[in-house]
């Protein structure tokens, strides 16, 4: 129990344009998830906390206006890089709060590189 | 910021027992050590967590010092899969926000 997918794993895309990557709590309600991001050789740093049905709680630091969460169902969040750069080339891994227990379980990451 | 300290890497051999350990200075009563861990390029994996009692699952053992300002996580068995960052971490109980520091990168030799 307790899995969490991501969608895509890997993308590419232009610079300029958005990205919109999934997470999914598979078989548990998550009313709170995480955004991480993680540059190579570095590690996970917390961008935002999202609650289903309210609006996300960003890091400082962290443009809400180009990291677009969206948490409408308890086991969807989205996270949406707009007008993506190359410095927004990154590893993004969200994560899922048990509702019930208060574990927390980890995404596989999607790999982003913005050319 | 991350609030433990742990050694920035650590070998030992494959069949034998791991011991990780980590610093937690500033633990408060209410806050959980957490232990987890990441393979190259994959999402973190939970492995344990305690308060003050010792813990014991099928991945690992916690054990926490009575002051509680230091745990250990030991792999009984290190097998070459167990290579990855392992990052220890202070929760409180109403606290939802994982902070990860350095970590310590285990590699695990044949």
């Known amino acids: 129990g307790a899995v969490v997918s991501q969608h895509p794993s890997w993308v590419i895309c232009k610079s300029g344009t958005s990205v919109k990557i999934e997470c999914r709590s598979l078989d548990f309600q998550a009313t709170t998830m995480f955004w991480y991001r993680q540059f190579p050789k570095q590690s996970l740093m917390l961008m935002a906390t999202s609650n289903e049905g309210s609006k996300a709680t960003y890091e400082q630091g962290v443009e809400k206006d180009k990291f677009l969460i969206n948490h409408a169902s308890l086991t969807l969040s989205t996270l949406t890089v707009t007008s993506a750069h190359p410095e927004d080339s990154s590893f993004y891994i969200c994560s899922a709060r048990v509702h019930t227990t208060g574990g927390q379980y980890f995404g596989p990451g999607t790999r982003l590189t913005v050319t | ?110």
């Open chain 2, 1 to 110: 910021d991350a609030k433990t300290t742990q050694p920035p890497s650590m070998d030992c051999a494959e069949g034998r027992a791991a011991n990780l350990p980590c610093n937690h200075s500033t633990i408060s009563g209410n806050e959980y050590v957490y232990w987890y861990r990441q393979i190259h390029s994959q999402g973190p994996q939970y492995i344990i967590h305690g308060l003050k009692n010792n813990e014991t699952n099928e991945m690992a053992s916690l054990i926490i010092t009575e002051d509680r300002k230091s745990s250990t996580l030991i792999l009984p068995h290190a097998t070459l899969r167990d290579t990855a960052v392992y990052y220890c971490i202070d929760l409180g109980s109403n606290d939802y926000k994982l902070s990860f520091g350095a970590g310590t990168t285990v590699t695990v030799r044949a």
